[in-house]
């Protein structure tokens, strides 16, 4: 019997999926271990494969990996110390970043600290213009005197980031060559290699954050590699990245900027083929973990992306990833009362240590999950299928004592507060990533998975006047089952500016072939066969003077480029995103693009029998629940195994899986599908 296995590090567990040989999908549940992520993905791989016959990390052909450990650096500003080269006169370009400021009515705002300390941006004399001519050759002597200062400066990483470099990228190679020389085991980053694109900011600040990555994620993967194989795994470890896709263990410590959203893109290429199976072509995500509340959007059957991003303090991203907000609201996430006696919740999490206080270890602080369990809409007796016991009497103090008390309220009302305001919180942040791209919520089908994402959704839906809401089956494994169902992806991009009325197609044909080139390249050298490649154009637009520009897509190879078609198409994208269109304003290209897919093998979803006659199945058993806007109401008890397809379930009523709860209000019924995911609507 052989294998394919995924895992998902969150905050507070570690989510495992397992597909046999003959398409069986186990799904498995294991604490997280902050203190060293990898013991948690060790213990989790060995529980699911011994409970599955006793297999073993030997009998593994594909392991995927969701590795968070980019974005917690980043987060927690752990980093090596790293330098920058760059060209006379540019060193204070991250310190500068953009005149604009992002939140225009905030008189204590302050720009985030640059990534790289002034002292360790050196410059060095060169110059290339942006059409890619030499106006002053590199000076080697002091790139070798850079060298020794950051020698000396006892740098672990080097990003370089010349000016113009993506014109031409000559001057950036020298310089990386000499820094290897000179600075053995000291990782070199290239702009030219990272981001080829302009814009001197973002392209030096992406540059930065992969150099100053490299070594955290080089040294969490060789330790995990070499412990997965210690136990006998023979196949290459893969990881997941930001564009929905995954890439080599060797190809991740080259570029681990590519992997900072590598967890929540998993939830939402697991929502694109659940949504495909369920014929759903429009799908807002609600990932809810045990520290955040991941959203994305799937329109047209396809997930909406992205070019660039920012991440931790507001460093930019150039690297193409599903667009994806986040918010620090989960069942982790900690109540607290702020200088003015207001009730708030997170962004600050419980996470894995010392958890939520009903896990009884070592936690103080009251928590969402705190505030579920007191309003019993969580089974002290059957969270993770019995497997761990949840304190509540414990819950209870902490919300009575943190909050309650001091907001004169009773214990209820806090719990039920607590439970509203992140609820809010989740609503208005799906509000936004749907508004802000000119769609409308009711138009969409909210996909809420995560370990909490059952426990949230039909409030969250309500809120926002959806009308339909699917929770999945397995919702907190979903980014892991994704995991296993992604392709390997390269993209490549080119900065190519030209008003569009004045292309010369066979020199766009001709970039796109020398990306296309280099996307196969990287697909063939994962050991992936020719016919299972496809490989996608794009191109960035803007009207002629924004600073912005928007992602049109671009016919395939052997198709020339029609330039008024590819406005128009731009004009009708900036118009629905925008509220408007200037057709007759000209249009500028500014960015080519090549998406190279690796096409693999999907995972099968289960599927369960229809119950005939179709009938409301009995409950295992039913308690009293506290249910938004109706207070205590007798509820109805489901366990998740005894579902079957077609069954409806009137509200307000609890489904039990022994990962997670799902929860549907009064006036609200549910129906389970062919695949046993719970489909939510409201009565009439």
């Known amino acids: 019997m052989t294998y394919r296995l995924a895992a998902d590090i969150g905050g507070t567990f570690t989510d495992l999926v397992l597909v046999d040989g003959e398409g069986a999908v186990r799904v498995h549940k294991t604490p997280s271990t902050p203190r060293d992520f990898t013991q948690g993905i060790l213990t989790g791989a060995e529980e699911i494969l011994s409970d599955h016959d006793g297999g073993n990390l030997g009998d593994v052909d594909l392991f995927v990996h969701g590795a968070t450990v980019v974005l917690n650096a980043l987060l927690q500003l752990d980093l090596p110390r790293t330098g920058l080269v760059t060209t006379r006169g540019f060193r204070d370009v991250l310190e500068i970043m953009r005149t604009n400021n992002p939140r225009m009515y905030d008189l204590q705002y302050v720009k985030p600290k640059p990534l790289i300390p002034r002292w360790l941006r050196l410059e060095v004399t ?28 006892e740098v672990e990483a080097v990003g370089v980031c010349l000016l113009h470099a993506y014109a031409n990228p000559d001057h950036e190679r020298r310089v990386k060559e000499i820094l290897v020389e000179e600075l053995p085991g000291v990782a070199i980053c290239i702009s030219s290699e990272v981001a080829p694109e302009w814009r001197e900011f973002e392209r030096t600040s992406t540059t930065c954050v992969n150099a100053a990555t490299i070594p955290i994620i080089t040294s969490y993967l060789h330790r995990l590699r070499g412990q997965l194989e210690d136990r006998g795994l023979r196949r290459e470890l893969l990881v997941m990245q930001s564009n929905g896709g995954v890439m080599s263990t060797s ?4 570029w681990p900027a590519r992997t900072v959203m590598s967890g929540p893109s998993g939830g939402v290429v697991g929502a694109l083929a659940l949504a495909e199976a369920i014929a759903c072509p429009d799908v807002v995500t609600l990932d809810i973990g045990g520290t955040s509340s991941d959203m994305g959007v799937i329109a047209g059957g396809r ?25 620090g609201a989960g069942g982790g996430s900690i109540a607290w009362l702020d200088a003015g006696g207001a009730l708030r919740v997170g962004p600050q999490s419980a996470g894995a240590d010392p958890a939520p206080v009903c896990y009884g270890r070592g936690g103080v602080e009251p928590t969402v999950t705190d505030a579920n369990l007191v309003l019993k809409r ?31 309220l009773d214990l209820v009302a806090a719990a039920a507060g607590v439970v509203q305001i992140v609820n809010t919180n989740m609503s208005k942040a799906v509000r936004s990533i749907l508004i802000e791209r000119g769609l409308d919520p009711r138009d969409f089908v909210l996909m809420g998975f995560g370990g909490c994402g059952g426990l949230h ?15 999945p089956s397995n919702p907190g494994s979903l980014s892991a089952i994704g995991m296993l169902g992604t392709d390997f992806r390269h993209d490549r ?28 390249n990287g697909l063939l050298g994962e050991g992936l066969d020719e016919s299972a490649l496809e490989l996608r154009r794009s191109a960035d637009l803007r009207y002629i ?29 900036h118009e629905r995103i925008y509220g408007y269109g200037m057709p007759d304003f000209p249009v500028q290209l500014v960015n080519l693009r090549v998406a190279g897919i690796g096409f693999t093998e999907r995972p099968a979803l289960p599927t369960v029998a229809q119950r005939s006659p179709a009938a409301t199945p009995e409950p295992s058993s039913r308690r009293s629940v506290y249910v938004d806007g109706e207070g205590w109401m007798d509820t109805a008890i489901y366990d998740v195994e005894g579902l079957l397809d077609g069954d409806r379930l009137p509200g307000p009523c609890i489904v039990e899986d ?7 209000l009064a006036g609200q019924y549910g129906l389970i599908d062919r695949f046993r995911n719970l489909h939510i609507h409201e009565e009439g």
């Open 126 to 153: 060169e110059r290339v213009r942006h059409t890619g001519e030499v106006l002053a050759e590199l000076a080697e002597d002091e790139v070798r005197e850079a060298a020794r200062r950051l020698r000396e400066a």
């Open 251 to 254: 190809a991740a410590c080259d």
């Open 303 to 327: 997930a909406v992306t992205t070019v660039e991003s920012t991440v931790a303090e507001g460093w930019p991203i150039l690297a193409p990833m599903i667009e994806i907000v986040s918010i």
């Open 378 to 408: 969580l089974n002290p007796d059957y969270f993770l299928g019995g497997a761990m016991q949840l304190d509540v009497e414990g819950s209870a103090a902490a919300v009575g004592q943190k909050i309650a008390e001091p907001l004169g």
């Open 457 to 471: 959704t039909a409030a969250v839906m309500r809120e926002l006047n959806i009308p339909h809401a699917v929770v």
């Open 493 to 520: 991009s080119r900065t190519y500016v030209r008003p569009i009325a004045e292309l010369d197609g066979d020199e766009v044909e001709s970039v796109f072939e020398a990306l296309e080139q280099e996307a196969r």
């Open 545 to 573: 003077g924004q600073e912005y520009h928007l992602n049109v897509p671009c016919p395939a190879a052997g198709e020339r480029i029609d330039p008024q078609a590819l406005e128009s198409e731009f004009n009708a994208l």
């Open 658 to 664: 022994p990962r997670s709860t799902m929860l549907i």
